[in-house]
């Protein structure tokens, strides 16, 4: 049992060690085997980025569909209570537009990069979610990567997902009281979700 013992505690210095030094020589903006999924492709070479936003380009495509209806999962690809009544497709085009920017602007590297973003979900909670269990702020977008000198692509257009569990009953309540809103959970978690995608290995 003691050799069992010290051999993992080995093999976790070994994977330790291992792990510090990849990341310690590994130069920003060079060639790394690390694919975006974490699986390895070695017939890919995969670039650590080192973007500067210098734009961000936020589409809401009219072909989306909303939904004003109070139930616990409207058909619909934009359900949003976070504003007044009004035009929801300028409401969630905004906060997208917040927290992008937000999380974009923790990146300083040295190619410039614009941003096209197109949304395909925005299903937040509607009131009986927001006052019962919660539910989940289901956000979905498409993200390019651009050159901004340029303007051709660095990375493919994929697909992100910034799904997250939402506050619901005395918890969601106690957080109003606070000042965060859902609003605020979305920009937060957008701001998040961004600034760790552009930091991802991406293939040459």
């Known amino acids: 049992m003691n050799k069992i013992v010290k051999l993992i505690a080995l093999i976790g210095v070994v994977a330790g060690t291992t792990a510090c030094t990849t990341v310690e ?18 017939k890919a070479i995969y670039i650590k980025p080192d973007f500067k936003v210098a734009d961000i380009n936020v589409t809401v495509p009219e072909t989306l ?17 976070g504003d007044a009544y009004g035009n929801r497709f300028e409401q969630v085009k905004a906060v997208m537009e917040t927290g992008l920017q937000i999380g974009a602007e ?16 925005f299903h ?24 901004a000198k340029t303007g051709a692509t660095v990375v493919p257009t994929r697909k992100i997902d910034a799904t997250f569990d939402g506050l619901g009953g005395i918890a969601a309540v106690n957080a ?27 293939a040459m």
Do not use: C, M
């Open 124 to 147: 937040a909670q509607t009131e009986k979610v927001r006052y019962t269990f919660g539910g989940k702020h289901e956000i979905v977008f498409a993200l390019t990567v651009r050159d």
């Open 25 to 42: 020589t590994a130069s920003r903006a060079t060639p790394i085997n690390a694919p975006l999924a974490g699986v390895l492709d070695t």
């Open 65 to 81: 569909t909303v939904s004003e209806a109070n139930s616990y999962k409207p058909r619909a690809d934009i359900v949003w209570r």
């Open 176 to 202: 109003e009281k606070a000042g965060v809103t859902q609003k605020v959970r979305i920009i937060e978690r957008l701001a998040e979700v961004i600034s760790l995608e552009l930091q991802k290995p991406y």
């Open 106 to 121: 923790k990146l300083s590297g040295e190619q410039d990069v614009i941003l096209d973003v197109e949304l395909v979900e």
